[in-house]
C-alpha cells in the first residue's frame, strides 16, 4: 500500500491505494486497487493508460473495489518488443490473472 496525495472537487486529499505489478510470463502489468467492496475492473482503450479512468475511480471507490490496469505495451506495463507477447487470448488472461491476484470471485468488467 502507498500514501498517495490526490485532489478531486472537494480538495487535497491524502488515503491509501495498492499499486502493484503482476508477473505474467516475464511481462510485469502495472495495476492499481481502490477501495472494498464488490469488484469492478476497468480497462482501457488502445493507445490510452489506466489513468483514463481516474474520475470513475473516485466516484466508485468508496462502495467498490476499483481495479484498474495497463495493458501490455501502455503506461506503466512492460512494453515487450517480441509480437508474439501480445495478443487478444494475453490480453484476457491479463485480466482473468488480474481478478484472481485480488482475490475476485467475480466481477464487473467495464472498458472503451
Do not use: C
Not at 466508485?60 to 495478443?87: A, C, E, F, I, N
Not at 488480474?98 to 470471485?105: E, K, N, P, Q, S
Amino acid at each position: 500500500m502507498r500514501n498517495v496525495l490526490a485532489m478531486d472537487a472537494s480538495g487535497l486529499h491524502a488515503f491509501e491505494i495498492a499499486i502493484e505489478k503482476l508477473h505474467r510470463d516475464g511481462v510485469k502489468i502495472h495495476y492499481e486497487v481502490h477501495g472494498k467492496g464488490p469488484t469492478i475492473l476497468l480497462s482501457h482503450g488502445y493507445s490510452s493508460t489506466s489513468r483514463m479512468w481516474d474520475g470513475q475511480v473516485a466516484a466508485l471507490k468508496d462502495r467498490y473495489q476499483v481495479v484498474v490496469w495497463d495493458m501490455r505495451g501502455h503506461g506503466d506495463s512492460d512494453y515487450p518488443t517480441d509480437p508474439s507477447r501480445y495478443s487478444e487470448a494475453l490480453t484476457v488472461g491479463d485480466m482473468a490473472a488480474l481478478l484472481d491476484t485480488v482475490g475476485a470471485r467475480k466481477a464487473i468488467v467495464a472498458g472503451l
